[in-house]
Nanobody, 127 residues
Framework: QVQLVESGGGLVQAGGSLRLSCAAS????????MGWSRQAPGHEREFVAA????????YHADSMKGRFTISRDNAKNTVYLQMNSLKPEDTAVYYC????????????????????WGQGTQVTVSS
């Protein structure tokens, strides 16, 4: 069982930045594909970004490409989501997730591929 704990959410003004963190338990973190997704009020959950174990492969959703960046520090068992140029439509609960499958054998940008999930952290962007 993998535990994921998110932090870093909050209230920011449009155009501002936030850095979300997700701390994972266990020594197997460095083997996992890690991802972020979000769910906005009245919307279905949307996949945001994914990163392979050695950071050699990454994915960012088109609507967030160039503004959001996923990264990881395997020594700290932590994955990050840097969010810049935030817009009110970015308001959502952001979830960290872990996928124990290989990048090449998993649908890394598909929510059902992820086995373990954090509790979520609220991001609110004001106009």
């Amino acid at each position: 069982q993998v535990q994921l704990v998110e932090s870093g959410g909050g209230l920011v003004q449009a155009g501002g930045s936030l850095r979300l963190s997700c701390a994972a338990s266990g020594r197997t973190f460095s083997r996992y594909v890690m991802g972020w997704s979000r769910q906005a009020p009245g919307h279905e959950r949307e996949f945001v970004a994914a990163l392979s174990p050695n950071s050699g492969n990454q994915y960012h959703a088109d609507s967030m490409k160039g503004r959001f960046t996923i990264s990881r520090d395997n020594a700290k068992n932590t994955v990050y989501l840097q969010m810049n140029s935030l817009k009110p439509e970015d308001t959502a609960v952001y979830y960290c997730a872990a996928n124990p499958q290989s990048w090449y054998s998993s649908t890394y940008n598909h929510i059902p591929a992820y086995t373990y999930w954090g509790q979520g952290t609220q991001v609110t962007v004001s106009s």
